[in-house]
């Protein structure tokens, strides 16, 4: 657990990722994989048109449709379906790791509004971002930290890096959206649903279903 906290501090703290369809922006998620699975014999020209065909063919509806807690749970349980069940709803674990993404893109924009002097959202009391900044940091650790630690309960295994790797995956996807309403009413909507999320477990600890 202390190796994958100090990967995600990495993941937290850093510079704003790439922006999307940038030269360095398609070299890392080449890389990436590469690091996957090395023997896919694919340029990086011939993996540039392959995603930017399927990223761009998502619209700013699309992404916030697939990344909005809101709309999953209008078709889905966060739950399981019995008190006797001691399967983790699939739609729960998803939800912990769209919050740690949620939470981790709102810490990097108050991190740009301290640099800059004005928050995306409009806000440039630097005291204030600095207090959202902590918060928002506080969450992204929990969330991820949460998931790893249910997989690891669920199938003894670690999976520190995938989780991590899905993470940086949902924030990607987030970041491509346009419109900044429509970005920030996302993020903020999550965030609502996450709080909800995280009050029902205050220990930090143990997920227990009641």
Known sequence: MKYFL???????????PPEPGTDEWFEDKYKELMKADPEIDLSLNEFKDIL???????????????????????????????EDSKAIAPVYIRTLKQCAANFSIM????EAGLQYGEAITGLNDMNE???LSDVY???AYYFA????????????????IAISDE???????????NSDEKFLELLDANAEICV???????NNQDYIFD
């Not at 930017?52 to 809101?70: F, L, R």
């Not at 993470?167 to 959206?177: A, C, G, H, L, V």
């Not at 909800?196 to 205050?202: I, L």
């Open 6 to 16: 100090l990967i995600l501090v990495f993941f937290i703290t850093s510079c704003t």
């Open 52 to 82: 930017t065909s399927q990223t761009y063919a998502m619209s700013d509806d699309d992404t916030i449709e697939k990344h909005s807690i809101g709309f999953w749970l209008a078709n889905d349980t966060l739950l399981p379906e019995s």
């Open 107 to 110: 810490y990097a924009n108050m």
């Open 129 to 131: 971002m600095s207090r």
């Open 137 to 139: 940091k506080d969450n």
């Open 145 to 160: 930290t949460r998931a790893s630690e249910i997989h690891f309960n669920l199938t003894n295994e670690a999976a520190e």
């Open 167 to 177: 993470i940086t995956s949902i924030q990607d996807e987030i970041n491509t959206i």
């Open 196 to 202: 909800m999320v995280r009050s029902q477990n205050p």
